[in-house]
């Protein structure tokens, strides 16, 4: 099974050259040009696709939004139409950002409001995606394997973990036949609680007005509950 992942130079395609064996591709291929794009793709021929590549810095992109339109819908496009002309399956990692950040426990289905522009535009690629049968919208949020700041935010609520909790249910989803959309986070807490367990000194601070990404991980949970049953009768 070859798996290629494209943006494979980011935080968590650092994470994945620790615990797999997917291809990682970085800038040498470039989702927003199709014809380069599927040359090289013709020559790795991958059996599954990771579509982790895009621009995720948000300030840049509220001053220019044009990367982010090239990158994160654009080469959605590309990646997609790819796929589904070559029958291969495609993962993509969205954001927990494409849910209303005033209401609590996010579910996969229900509406959408894009906390800011950057994921205004992963929703658009998770529209393009969505026209893939064999497809998987990962919404998450990670951080590095510390956490590297002073402050931390106490009225800001996440699903977030470290990179390295992350990345391994990552991989058992894109090993997996699992389709459609699903949430991958851990338990909510303060992003002041998150920056606990990894920095004891940090210290706490409060936003003007608080903010919820706390996602419903009840698919996540049954996909591991049907996971472990599954190695139980082989």
């Known amino acids: 099974m070859k798996v290629l992942m494209l943006g494979g130079t980011g935080l968590l395609g650092s994470e ?114 969505r026209a893939h049968r064999d497809s998987l919208i990962i919404r998450t949020s990670f951080g590095s394997i510390e956490y590297p700041y002073e402050f931390a935010y106490g009225n800001r609520f996440v699903s977030k973990d470290y990179v390295d909790v992350i990345a391994p249910m990552i991989k058992d989803l894109v090993l997996s036949n699992e389709v459609g959309v699903i949430n991958v986070g851990t338990n909510g807490k303060t992003l ?22 706390v996602m419903d991980v009840t698919k996540l949970r049954r996909f591991y509950n049907n996971l472990t049953t599954l190695q139980k009768n082989f």
């Open 16 to 129: 994945f050259k620790k615990i797999s064996d997917f291809i990682l591709s970085g800038r040498e291929i470039d989702i927003t040009n199709e014809s380069e794009l599927y040359s090289k793709l013709d020559i790795i021929r991958p059996d599954i696709i990771l579509l982790a590549a895009a621009e995720t810095n948000s300030v840049d992109i509220d001053n220019n939004p044009i990367p982010a339109l090239e990158t994160n819908i654009k080469g959605a496009v590309n990646v997609t139409k790819y796929c589904i002309e070559k029958n291969i399956r495609l993962i993509y990692i969205s954001t927990d950002y494409v849910y209303n950040s005033k209401s609590d426990n996010h579910q996969e289905d229900e509406p959408l409001k894009p906390f800011n522009l950057y994921a205004w535009t992963k929703l658009g690629g998770e529209c393009a995606v």
């Open 192 to 213: 002041y609680e998150y920056a606990q367990q990894r920095n004891p000194k940090v210290k706490e601070m409060f936003q003007k007005e608080g903010q919820i990404f």
